[in-house]
């Protein structure tokens, strides 16, 4: 059945993850040299004062994980007859979005001591999204376990 709780909030982990690949991540202004650095799923950006892309580079991995995370919940949606699979696709969902949050966290670091910049810079909603469809995820896989003990505790009145 699709209209479980657990299937609401596995859509919400397909509509964060959506956010993550279309918002930006990362800005960090730079006050010395008025430049900004924003980083996103697809591309790091060093913008000029007047809003020119002076670098970019590609973070064309952080995407496809962003992706496929989306993707990973939109079938663990439709796996609902099969609630071991089910869990076991949101366990590997929840590697994902965790291995996403690192590199998006160890790249903005990098970033930032390569810079000497005085501040870190300021996480954007693409970010937050990531750590959102992580909670919901969590929360998904709670009620796919409460289902498993309610379908156990009927089959031991049988």
């Known amino acids: 059945m699709i209209q479980r ?5 596995l859509f919400l982990v397909a509509v964060s993850m959506g956010l993550t690949l279309g ?3 990362w800005i960090q202004d ?15 950006n060093q913008l000029d004062a007047s809003g ?4 970019s580079s590609s973070n064309w ?21 099969n609630l071991s699979r089910q869990m076991m696709l949101n366990m590997l969902n929840s590697l994902i979005m965790v291995g996403l949050v690192a590199i998006v966290f160890l790249t903005t670091n990098g970033v930032n ?10 996480y954007q909603i693409g970010f937050w999204a990531v750590l959102i469809g ?3 995820n969590m929360l998904a896989n709670r009620f796919i376990r409460k289902d498993v003990a ?5 089959d031991r009145i049988r």
Do not use: H
């Open 61 to 81: 991995y952080i995407a496809a994980m962003a992706a496929f995370a989306g993707l990973l919940a939109i079938i663990s949606i439709f796996q609902y007859r």
């Open 23 to 25: 918002l930006d991540l």
């Open 113 to 122: 001591n390569d810079m000497a910049a005085p501040d870190n810079g300021e």
């Open 5 to 9: 709780v657990q299937s609401i909030f």
């Open 150 to 154: 309610l379908l156990k505790s009927v």
């Open 134 to 136: 992580m909670v919901c």
């Open 52 to 55: 020119e892309v002076i670098q």
């Open 30 to 44: 730079v006050p010395d040299t008025s430049e900004i650095w924003k980083f996103n799923a697809l591309f790091m």
